[in-house]
C-alpha cells in the first residue's frame, strides 16, 4: 500500500481539546490532503488502489484493506505509517514526515468517529485543466466595439453585462509617446509627436524599425534568462563567455520577425535544426547560458526548470524528488526531459578574424556525450542513483500524444571537427605568416641583435611550418597517409617547440640579469623537443583546434580535450523543440500571449506568468487569450503581427486617465480588471535611461556587438550593459531591472534611490543640459514661454497645465535673479537647463500614459 500524505501544511493543534475546538475535516484535514497527497492518490494517480480526495475514499481505503478505523486512531493503519520509524515504510516516502501538531490533528479526527459530509465531490481530472486543454479559436462576440477589432469585442462581451463603459481614446500625443515607448523603448521627437499620418501607419513603421528588436529583444532577454559569463578572475563558472552573439540573434531575430516557433526551435537545437551555420547555431546560447562549472546536475536542473517556465508555463523542477503536487507531471517524467539534455555540453567555437575563442567565441551547445545514460535519482538526490532504473528520453505523458520521433543528426564536417573549416585555418595561417614577414623585417635593420632576431625568424617559421604540417595531418587522417602525415607533423611540432625553446635560451643568456630558473627549464624543454623530433615513430601532433570545449569539473584542462567529436547528434533536443512549438500544444501560444499582453496592457491576462499549471485559475478573459492564441499560431507564429493586434485594438488607444470616468463603472470595477482604460505604467530601467540620452540627441544607435562595462561612460542602449552576478549598471539595478537569475516578471518598486538617481546622477544632469540646448536651438524654444510649451511636450508629451506653466515662470525668474547675483556665466542657459532636470523628475516623465 502506498499513501501520501506530508507536512508543511498548518493546522491547529486543538487535537488534545486544549481550545475545546473540534477538528473539521473540510477546514483542517482537506486542505492538507489536497496539498500533499493528491499527486499520488488523487483523481490522476491512485497507488495502491488509494484514493483520497474524498473521505468515502479515504475511508474505503485501497488494494490492501482499509486504512481508517472511525473511533479507533490506535488500530488506524493510516497512523502506523505515518508514524513509522523505517524509511521504507514511513509514509510521505519522498518529503518530510508530519509534524506532531498534524499527526495530533488527524489522530483526533479518527478518534471522533471521522465525520465528514456525505455529498463531498473529488477533485476533476488534472488534464481537464483550462491549459491543458487545446487552443481552439473562439468566434469575435457579435458586440458593438465601434473602431476597434476582435481583441476590443472581447472585452466589450464582458464589459456590457456589468453595464461597464470604456473610456474615449487617450490624447494623440500621449498614444503616441506611449507606442512609441512600447514598441521601440524610446520616446517621440517633437516633430514626430506632431507626425498626421494614419496612427496604423505609424505602428507598422515602429514595428520595422531596428529599435523595435531591441526593444523586445529586452523583454524577452528577461524571459530567457540571459546573463553574460561571471567567475573567478579568468575562470568562467557560469554562463559563458562572449554570450553577447546570443543577444545579438534575438534582436536580429526579432527585426526579422522570425516566427516565434522558430525562434524556440533554433534556441534548443540550432545545432540539430541548421547544423554548420553559425547564424543559427548561436541561438543555443540559451542553453549554453546554463551552464555551471561545478554541478553538472545544477546545470540541467536549471535547464529543465527554465525550458518549462519560459516556454511552456510550467514548473517541471517541482518533480524532480517526487512528483509533482498539483499538476499531472510525475519524476518519471523530469528524468525522461533530462534525458534530453543528458548529451549536452557547450563550448565556444572561433569565429571568423579571431583564432582564439577566448578573445571572441560563438558560445553554444551540442551532443558531445551521445550515448550518455540517465539514471533516476532517488528522492531527486543525484548521490544515490538507482542503477537499475535507466530512463529514456522524452516528454511528459499529459501531452505526449503529438511528440515527434527521436531522429538522430548527422552532422557536417565542420561541426564535429571545427578546426578543418576554412577560415580557421586561414586566420592561423594568416597569423603565422605574418610572423614570419615581421621577424624577417625586423632582422633585416637588427643592427648588433642579429643572433637574437635570426632566432626569432627560425622560431616564426617552424611555427608556420608546424601549422601547415598539423593541416595536412588532419586531412589525411582518413587516407592511407594518415601515419605519414601524422609522423611530419609530430616532427614538426618538435621543431617548433625547439626553435622557441631556443630563442628563450638565447634571450635570458644575453639578458643583464639571467634568471637561472627559467633558463633550466628552457634548456629542459629544448632537450625533450629533440627527442620528440629524433623520434621516427611519434605520431603525436597537436590537430588544429576551431573551439574550446567547456570544462566538465573544475580539474579539467582545456588542452586534454580532443580536436574532433561526436559526427551525429541525438537529435534529442529537436524532438523536444518541435514538440514544444506543435500547433497542438496547448501551452506555447497561451504562454508568449500573455507575456506579449502583459507588457503592453500593463497586467497579464493570466497573473502566474510563469506557471499555467493547476495553481493557476482560469482566466477571467481565457476567451481572448485563446482567441489570440490561435492567431499568433495562424500567422506563422509572428511577434509583429500581435503586436499589431494589441497596439491597435481599441482598448490599448484609451486614456489610462479616470477622470471623468462613468461613476459606476469607476465603482465597480476601481481595479481596471475589464480594461475599460488602460493601465498608466512606469517605464522599465532600460527605457527610463535610453529616453534621456535619446532625448539629449546622445543615444549611440549602433546596433550589436560585445557586451560593455556598467562603468564605462557608454552613450549605446541599455541592453548592450554587461549583466551578470559580477556586472550591473547601478542607475538601471534603481529602476527594478531584470534579475541575472530569473525575471519572468519585473517588478515596479518606488524608493527613494529611485528619485535620487534622477535629480543627483550625472546620467541625468548631463543629458538634462543637452536637452535644454535642443530645444532652445528650435524656433519653438526661442523664448520663455515657448521653451516651458517645448519642454513640457517633448518631455511629458503634453501641454502644461495652466499652475504648472506659473510654476515654471515664477522658477525662471527667480532662478535668473539668483544666476546675475552670482554672476553666472549664461544664465538663461542654466536655468533652461534647471527646469529640464525638473521635469526630468516629474512622475509623468517616468510613466507611460
Known sequence: MALALAGAFWIK????????????????????????????????????????????????????????????????????????????KRMPREAAPLKPDQIAAI??????????????????????????????????????????????????AKRAPLSLKAQPEAGRT?????????????????????????????????????????????????????????????????????????????????????????????????????????????????????????????????????????????????AKCHDHKYDPIDMNDYYRLRAVFEPHQARLDAVPGEPDPEKDGLPRVFDDHPGAETLFHIRGDPANPDREKKIEPGVPALLASFAPAIEPVSLPESEWAPGRRDFVRRDRLDRAETAVET???????????????????????????????????????????RDTRAREASRREGESVAAKARLEILSLETSESKDEKKLKAARDTLAKAEKKTADPKDLAYSPVRGTQKA??????????????????????????????????????????????????????????????????????????????????????????????????????????????????????DPGNRHYWRANARRMEAQAVRDSLLSLAGTLDRRLGGPSLDPKSPSSRRGLYFKHSRDDQDAFLSMFDDADHLQCYRRGESIVPQQALALSNSRLSLEQAEKIALRIASTDSGADRAAFIETAFETLLARPPQPAERDACEAFWT?????????AAKDPEARVRARLVHGLLNHNDFITVR
Not at 221 to 240: C, F, I, P, T
Not at 814 to 822: G, Q, S
Open 814 to 822: 527667480e532662478m535668473a535673479v539668483l544666476d546675475e547675483v552670482r
Open 551 to 668: 570544462l566538465e569539473g573544475p580539474a579539467d584542462k582545456p588542452d586534454t580535450f580532443p580536436a574532433t567529436f561526436a559526427r551525429v547528434s541525438t537529435g534529442r533536443r529537436l524532438m523536444l523543440a518541435r514538440w514544444i512549438t506543435s500547433p497542438e500544444n496547448p501551452l506555447t501560444a497561451r504562454v508568449a500571449v500573455n507575456h506579449v499582453w502583459m507588457r503592453h496592457f500593463g497586467e497579464p491576462l493570466v497573473e502566474t506568468v510563469s506557471d499555467f499549471g493547476r495553481q493557476a485559475p482560469e482566466p477571467p478573459l481565457r476567451e481572448l487569450l485563446d482567441y489570440l492564441a490561435a492567431e499568433f499560431m495562424a500567422s506563422g507564429w509572428s511577434l509583429r503581427h500581435l503586436h499589431r493586434l494589441m497596439v491597435t485594438s481599441r482598448a490599448y488607444r484609451m486614456t489610462s486617465d479616470s477622470a471623468g470616468a462613468d461613476a459606476a463603472t469607476l465603482a465597480a
Open 107 to 156: 489522530r483526533a479526527w479518527i478518534g471522533a468517529g471521522a465525520p465528514a459530509p456525505d455529498a463531498e465531490q473529488g477533485e476533476d481530472d488534472p488534464r481537464d485543466h483550462w491549459s491543458f486543454r487545446p487552443i481552439e479559436k473562439p468566434p469575435v462576440p457579435a458586440v458593438s466595439a465601434a473602431g476597434g477589432n476582435a481583441i476590443d469585442a472581447f472585452l466589450e
Open 13 to 88: 493543534s486543538t487535537a488534545a481539546g486544549a481550545e475545546g475546538e473540534a477538528i473539521d475535516y473540510l477546514r483542517d484535514l482537506k486542505p492538507l490532503l489536497k496539498q500533499r497527497c493528491y499527486a499520488c492518490h488523487g483523481a490522476l494517480k491512485q497507488k495502491g488502489g488509494l484514493r483520497l480526495d474524498t473521505a468515502a475514499g479515504l475511508l474505503a481505503g485501497g488494494d490492501d484493506g482499509t486504512v481508517v478505523l472511525p473511533g479507533k486512531p490506535d488500530e488506524s493503519r493510516l497512523l502506523a505509517r505515518l508514524t513509522t520509524d523505517d524509511p521504507e
Open 439 to 481: 621577424a624577417r623585417r625586423n632582422l633585416a635593420s637588427a643592427g648588433g641583435k642579429a643572433a637574437v632576431e635570426e632566432a626569432k625568424v627560425a622560431a616564426a617559421e617552424a611555427e608556420l611550418a608546424a601549422l601547415r604540417a598539423a593541416i595536412a595531418a588532419d586531412d589525411a587522417l582518413e587516407t592511407p597517409d
Open 174 to 318: 500621449l498614444l503616441l509617446r506611449r507606442v512609441y515607448l512600447d514598441l521601440t523603448g524610446l520616446p517621440p521627437s517633437a516633430e514626430q509627436l506632431h507626425d498626421e499620418r494614419p496612427y496604423e501607419t505609424i505602428v507598422d513603421e515602429l514595428l520595422e524599425s531596428p529599435a523595435h528588436g531591441e526593444r523586445w529583444g529586452r523583454h524577452w532577454m528577461d524571459v530567457w534568462r540571459y546573463s553574460d559569463w561571471y567567475g573567478l578572475g579568468a575562470q568562467l563558472r557560469n554562463s559563458q563567455k562572449h554570450l553577447w552573439h546570443w543577444r545579438d540573434w534575438i534582436v536580429e531575430s526579432l527585426n526579422a520577425d522570425k516566427g516565434y516557433d522558430r525562434m524556440i526551435q533554433e534556441m534548443l537545437a540550432g545545432d540539430e535544426l541548421a547544423p554548420g551555420d553559425a547564424a543559427t547555431v548561436r541561438a543555443t546560447g540559451f542553453l549554453a547560458r546554463s551552464y555551471y562549472l561545478f554541478n553538472r546536475t545544477t546545470w540541467l536542473d536549471e535547464t529543465i526548470e527554465h525550458t518549462g517556465k519560459a516556454f511552456l508555463g510550467l514548473t517541471l523542477n517541482c
